[in-house]
């Protein structure tokens, strides 16, 4: 989920920040430059870790500013394709799951993805929310009043990462669009073990009863 990548970038430090030590200057420079920043293929930027070499301190013609070559270790956010994952709910809708690690929200669950069968039970007086219910068993079963599996944000959920895309952006977005996200996982909970952690924890207990 989470890794080293080392990278190389010429980097300039305005005047304003040159009375500083070199290597404390360029790390400020660097976490402004690249922390909360997501880069395509790589991940989301968590923290500079080290810096390995700094190069340059080239003042150019007309410029105050000192350029330098800097190679340095980022920790990265890149979860792949099968990683199971624990979040927390942030919004369900008639569409699915949204979730979040608390630094990183644009985690979806899609309908197809959800346990089989699941249904959307709308709140009042909203727009477009509500919880999802997994009706676990057969159709006599999900009529009783047998208790239901419901997703409704009060334990974390564990997903499994079905996939993870890095989106162009956009020339023009609606008004009405969701904000552009730069890095978006997709997950799944229909598998055994996944979905809100007290499912199992419940699973487990009637088996011991038994």
């Not at 301190?57 to 000192?66: K, M, Q, Y």
């Not at 999802?132 to 564990?158: H, L, M, T």
């Amino acid at each position: 989920m989470f890794y080293l990548s080392l990278i190389e970038h010429t980097l300039r430090l305005p005047p304003h920040i040159l009375h500083l030590p070199v290597d404390e200057a360029i790390k400020s420079e660097l976490e402004t430059l690249f922390l909360d920043k997501v880069i395509a293929k790589l991940g989301l930027c968590i923290s500079v870790y080290d810096i390995r070499s700094i190069k340059g301190g080239f003042i150019f013609p007309g410029d105050g500013a000192s350029t330098y070559t800097v190679e340095f270790r980022l920790i990265v956010f890149r979860p792949f394709v099968g990683e199971i994952i624990v979040a927390k709910l942030k919004e369900s809708d008639a569409s699915g799951l949204r979730l979040s690690l608390g630094f990183f929200d644009d985690i979806y669950i899609p309908v197809h993805l959800l346990p089989t069968p699941s249904r959307f039970e709308a709140i009042p007086n909203t727009r477009n929310q509500g919880r999802w219910i997994w009706d676990f068993g057969d159709a006599e079963e999900a009529q009783s009043e047998e208790p239901r599996f419901v997703i409704d944000g009060s334990d974390p959920i564990k997903f499994r990462v079905d996939s993870v895309i890095y989106p162009s952006i956009p020339l023009e977005q609606p008004e009405d669009s969701k904000p552009f996200a730069p890095m978006v996982i997709t997950g799944t909970i229909n598998y055994d073990g996944l979905g809100p952690v007290s499912w199992w924890e419940e699973a487990e207990m009637i088996q011991e009863d038994e």
